[in-house]
């Protein structure tokens, strides 16, 4: 029977229960790619935001200037 273990998060390693890396530099790896995550995913959001304001202005540039 296999005692109980769990896995870092980052490199897969068997760690023992209740910890979620093992080793800082495992959780500092982990870190960096939530926060590079959580950029991307608030750019995407402006992003979203930002184009149909975009698509808005342009079709009244073209109706009033009948570009």
Known sequence: MVEDHA???VCGRVIS?????CSSKCE???????ASL???RRM???L???TPVLLV???M???LWGI
């Not at 229960?17 to 890396?21: D, E, Q, S």
């Open 7 to 9: 896995h870092c998060l």
């Open 17 to 21: 229960p209740g910890k979620r890396f």
């Open 28 to 34: 500092e790896k982990y870190l960096e790619r939530k």
């Open 38 to 40: 959580e950029r991307s």
């Open 44 to 46: 995407i959001s402006i």
């Open 48 to 50: 979203m935001l930002l």
């Open 57 to 59: 202005i342009y079709i």
């Open 61 to 63: 540039i073209v109706r």
